[in-house]
Structure formats: structure tokens, C-alpha cells
């Protein structure tokens, strides 16, 4: 496994939003991690490095981690966009994924697949076995590949996700993060904000 991070700064928020590119090193294709508001560099990044984007997966609907969806999808009409069945409404819901809320116009966009709890995406050699894990959103999910989790808004380091926004929950926030501490200790946990950390430290 490969990796390049992008940091988008969206609408007034304070902080960046992460985008991944994770490839296999042997056949060159990759996802995408989320999509910010940063797709001029991640397209120059993967037409530069010759990576085949094969999915972009959205760690759960909100507008920061989404904006950029229409405008990768001009530039790769074949990539399939994946969210989990909980969120998928979240794409065409500006209640749910709050663009208006950071000063952007709502981004309408349906996913052309959706996930479950256990499914596993597979690009190259390499596979992402998706884990549901609401709390922040009803549909949630992080990726593990190999000793990498790719936790969104659900894990940071020192913290976790918000749940006061439209189909969070605290109570299916704890049960997620309990979940996710018992993978082994030194799985990295790469977040949807902020420095990267390690479910160790987080335990």
C-alpha cells in the first residue's frame, strides 16, 4: 500500500479536511479517501504518478468531506463513488450534509455504490475491508488496509467525532469507538482532521 494525503481547507472551518489516495504499489490503482476542496492537486498527483482511480470512498456525507465529488467526477467519469446505505440520502440532503452551513452550495450527488458493515473493496492487490461505525453520522465507516485505519470523523487523535449533528449519536459513538480499540496497537489511524495517531495512544 501506497499513500498521499491532501489537506483541504473548507468554507470558514478552522481546520483542514484529509484526503487520502491509497494505490497498490504493483498495479498502480487506487481510491480515494474522501474528496475536499482540493481536486486540481489531487488530480495532478494521480495523472502525474499514472494512479487508475478506481473508487471514491466517503467516509460518511458531510459537506467538507464531499465537496469535491462533482468536480472528480468530470475529470474521472468511470470512478464509482461509495458510501455507506445509512448515508447515501445524506448526498442529496443539504439537512444532513450541511454544505449551506459552511457557506457552499449544497452538493447533490447520489453514490453509484453503497456499503455494509464487513464488505471488502479490492484495487490491485491490495484490499480495504470496510467497518460501520455511526455516531458522527447514522452511516459512518472507517477503512482498515492492512496496519492503516482510515477513520474519518469518528477516531482523532486525543478524541473522537462530533455527535449533535443531524443522525449522530452519542450512545452509537462510544459502541464504534470501543470497536475500533480493539484493533491491534500499532494499527495507524490516519482521521478526516487533524495529525495522525495510533490505536494504541488512543487506548
Known amino acids: 500500500m501506497l499513500l498521499k494525503t491532501f489537506k483541504g481547507l473548507v468554507g470558514a472551518m478552522d481546520t483542514y479536511t484529509n484526503t487520502y489516495v491509497v494505490y497498490d504499489e504493483k498495479t498502480n490503482e487506487g481510491i480515494l479517501i474522501d474528496v475536499a476542496d482540493n481536486v486540481d492537486k489531487i488530480y495532478n498527483f494521480t495523472e502525474n504518478s499514472r494512479i487508475t482511480l478506481k473508487y471514491v470512498v466517503l467516509t460518511h456525507c458531510h459537506g467538507d468531506h464531499t465537496l469535491g465529488i462533482k468536480e472528480l467526477k468530470r475529470l474521472y467519469p468511470k470512478v464509482k463513488i461509495i458510501i455507506h446505505k445509512e448515508d447515501a440520502r445524506g448526498l442529496t440532503d443539504d439537512e444532513i450534509n450541511r454544505c449551506s452551513s459552511i457557506g457552499r452550495e449544497p452538493n447533490f450527488t447520489e453514490a453509484d455504490l453503497v456499503v455494509r458493515d464487513g464488505d471488502v473493496l479490492e484495487f490491485g492487490e491490495t484490499k480495504?475491508?470496510?467497518?460501520?461505525?455511526?455516531?458522527?453520522?447514522?452511516?459512518?465507516?472507517?477503512?482498515?488496509?492492512?496496519?492503516?485505519?482510515?477513520?474519518?470523523?469518528?477516531?482523532?487523535?486525543?478524541?473522537?467525532?462530533?455527535?449533535?449533528?443531524?443522525?449522530?449519536?452519542?450512545?452509537?459513538?462510544?459502541?464504534?469507538?470501543?470497536?475500533?480499540?480493539?484493533?491491534?496497537?500499532?494499527?495507524?489511524?490516519?482521521?478526516?482532521?487533524?495529525?495522525?495517531?495510533?490505536?494504541g495512544e488512543e487506548k
Open 128 to 199: 480495504a475491508q470496510i467497518i460501520h461505525t455511526p455516531g458522527h453520522t447514522k452511516g459512518g465507516i472507517c477503512l482498515l488496509i492492512e496496519d492503516a485505519l482510515f477513520s474519518g470523523d469518528t477516531l482523532f487523535k486525543g478524541t473522537t467525532g462530533r455527535t449533535d449533528l443531524p443522525t449522530g449519536s452519542r450512545w452509537e459513538m462510544a459502541d464504534s469507538v470501543k470497536k475500533l480499540l480493539q484493533l491491534p496497537e500499532n494499527t495507524i489511524v490516519y482521521p478526516g482532521h487533524g495529525a495522525t495517531t495510533i490505536i
